[in-house]
Every structure is written in structure tokens, then in C-alpha cells.
């Protein structure tokens, strides 16, 4: 230092007294740590109040998972009444009017003129159109008249009324039962008693058994308007599933008080999804179940009891129409055997804030495969729909060589008879054409394509195209009207 830095070193103002030393450097950054970690540990103390708030809401809210706006009884048949407690439910509902066609199944909307006999605009697209051999299946029953693709729920009534089946033959009103909120009619014409209001509806004419309902399926038919719990309020599946139990072993089955909720979950379906019979004169709708669920079981059922719907109009035989046995073929699968049922993937839960709501929009899962299929399947959506449609279009390949089956034993039938076979010599070959085409018609009707079961689909059409094989053997040695080598 030189001597004029000495000096003015020496003329710097000294510090006071009592001044405090400056901390060390190590001092300062401990107190930032100190002050930053006080900040973060209030943030995080707010952050877990609001979130804890929020649980508690979450939870207040999910213990009162609707709004009482009415009240509701067990009368309340319209569903936009119900739909002001449950308006998310009720809002999925009324999109079951949407029509949507996947590879093998909904519906395309085809424009008609309405008429005063027919007051409908929109119409599904003709089955008998898109496969002209099935008017040749169904000939002289009111099928081979008009058959179209199902709609959505919305529609199950109106597309009922106006069908042309009415128009060529008298149906009885046993057919509201899997197409109108039925449960209030059948209590208010049985005084109380649904079985004996189902019996009087089922002997009326569909006409007169129509003014007696308004409204398609509806929340009643399905769900105890106090409690909302699911219940089976269709006689005809309460004495069917009864029956079918027995057959398993187990008596005195009662559904609304034995079933889990989980089974309910696909009982309340099976109300209507299944095959069925118009039972005796009073018209009784019946499931054959006495001897199991599956279609053989069906069929040796009707057998037994000498059952036939109509005499087909071709070959003379005495012929079984197949309804639309989802229920059943749905017991044949794997799904059923791993415990999911017909809502999980038809009606999946959805989450609307704290509560989690089924999706009341019933349709096909190939539509939905998000929630309905990808909850338990680790794969693609668009992998899981080509799964779909793999087992659709094999049982849809199998179904077409079987059709084409049927088809040639009708025209070898009716050949022998144009060259003069009597009715015994025709016997078996009629008796085989009915049991064929009873299996075909089984996996025609069931809505699935074979999905539902796709083994239980092969086993049936390999069953239908060995009676068939069986029916035209009978008639070897037969006359014929056909050229030799034709």
C-alpha cells in the first residue's frame, strides 16, 4: 500500500459501536431456506385442506347421488318424469333414438312416406331385401313379409305397431310384453296382481292390448322406484328363469329375491332378449327353458310338447320361428362365464363428477369400446373391434353356407312333392327341414352374429347344416321331377 492509500484509508468514517456485524455468507442462505421452506410447507398445507375439502364434497355428494324433484311411485310409467331425478341416466336414454350400423348389426335410416296406416318417416333397413333367400325360409309366415334391423329402444314400440306383419296376420297381445312398458298395465288390468293382468293381456288382440300401453321400456320396468334397485317385473322371465333353475337343480328359484345385483344386472335384459312361445289358446308367452338354455334344449322342448308356429308355405312342414335369444347365447359365452353381464358392456358405468352412472344409451359395444370394452381389455380400440369382427364374419360365412343348405333341401322337398311323394315318404325329410331351420333361424335372430358365443354359434350351425344333410338323404329314392344328372 502506498503512502497516499495509508492516508486516505485512515479518513473512511468508522462504523458505529453498536452496528451489528454483517452475517457470514452461510447465514443468509439458511435463512432463504428457512422462509422458502415455510412457503412450501403452507402451500402444500392449503393444497391438501382444498384437496381433503373436495374428498369430503366429493363423498357428501356421491352418499345423495340424485335431487328429489318429484316423487316418484309405483305408477310412474313416463320416463321424463323419473328423468327430472336422474337426468344424466334419462339424457343417455333418449339418445337410444340415434341409428347406427355397424359391420353386422343396427340400423341405417331409409326414408318412407308416411301413410294413415303407417305414420312413420324414418324406417331400419329390410333384412328381406339385403338376403331375399329368407323370404324363402319364412314362407307363409308374416316374416317373409317384412323383416327389418332392430332400432334402439326408443323405437321397440312404434316399429311393433306398425309392422306389416299386422297388416297380414292377427298378433296377439302378448307381443307388448318385450316391447312396451308393460309393468302398470299388467298391475292395473290384474287389480294388484301382475300374472293375472299378464294372462288378460296376452288373450287380448295386439290392437286392443296396445291401447293399454304408451311408452317403450321404460325406468319402471327395471328399477323399484324407492330404492332404484334393479327388479324383474316381466312374469314370463320370473316363471322362465324358475324353470330354467329347476332344471339346474335348484327349486323354488326366486329371481327378485335369490339373484345377485350383479345377475341382475343381465336378468333385467333377459326380460325380453330371449326365445320364446305363444303358449296354448289364452296365447301365454313361455320361455322354453324346462330342459336348459341352450337351442337343442329349446327345440327337444317343442318337440315334446308338439309345438309349430306355422306350416311352411313350400314344403308343408311344420315350422318353428326363433326369436332373438340374446340372453340365452350370452349364458353360452365366455363373458358370462367370467361374470360380466349384459349392462357392463351394453350399458358401462361412466363418471359424472363424484358419481358413477350406467350409460342408459343401450347399444352395441363396438359403438362404445372405450368404456365398454377396454375397462378389462389392455388392447387397441382398433384391435378390439377387429377381434369383434373376426367372430362376427366367420359365424356370418358359416351362416351363409348353411342358408344356402336350407334353401336346396326346400327346393329338393318341394320338387318330390311336384312329382308325387306322399306325405309319409316326406315325413322325416319335413321333420329335418323343421329342426335345420329352427337352428339356422336361432343364430339369424340372436343380435350378436355369433359374438356372444362363438363356439356355442358354431356348434348350433353345424347342427342345423347336419339336419339339413340328414333331411335331403331322406329323400333319396323318392321321385323326382328334375332331369337325370339335374
Known sequence: MTERDHENSNNLPNPPANAPAPPPSGSRR????VVATGVVAAIAVFVVAGLLIS????????????????????????????GKNFPQQYDTYRRTVDMVRTRFGGSEARPRVPDDA???????????????RLKTMWAGYAFAVDFREERGHAYMLSDQTYT??????????????????????????GDGDIFKGFEKLN?????????????????????DPQTMQLRVTRPAFIEGIKRAKAAEGIENYDVNTMATRQEMRSFVCGQCHVEYYFKGEEKRLTYPWFKGLKADEALAYYDEVGFSDWTHAITKAPMLKAQHPEFEMWNQGTHARAGVACADCHMPYMRVGAMKVSDHWVRSPLLNINHACQTCHRASEEELRERAYTIQSKTYDMRNMVMDALVSLIEDIADAMAAGATDDQLKAARQHHRRGQFFLDYIEAENSMG????????????????????????????????????
Open 203 to 223: 288373450h287380448m288382440p295386439y290392437q286392443e292390448a296396445r291401447q293399454h300401453v304408451e311408452h317403450p321400456v321404460a325406468c319402471i320396468d327395471c328399477h
Open 118 to 132: 303407417d305414420p312413420r318417416s324414418i324406417v331400419a333397413q329390410s333384412r328381406l331385401e339385403e338376403d331375399p
Open 30 to 33: 439458511l435463512l432463504w431456506f
Open 55 to 82: 374428498i369430503y364434497e366429493h363423498k357428501q355428494e356421491a352418499k345423495n347421488p340424485f335431487f328429489r324433484v318429484v316423487t316418484l311411485d309405483d305408477n310412474t310409467v313416463d320416463p321424463s318424469i323419473w
Open 164 to 189: 306389416q306383419r299386422q297388416r297380414v296376420t292377427q298378433q296377439p297381445g302378448t307381443c307388448v310384453h318385450c316391447h312396451a312398458s308393460t309393468y302398470v298395465a299388467y298391475k292395473e288390468l
Open 451 to 486: 359374438f356372444h358365443a362363438d363356439q356355442e354359434a358354431a356348434r348350433i350351425l353345424n347342427l342345423a347344416l347336419d339336419e339339413i344333410r340328414q333331411g335331403q338323404i331322406a329323400l333319396r329314392g323318392l321321385p323326382t321331377t328334375r332331369p337325370a344328372g339335374g
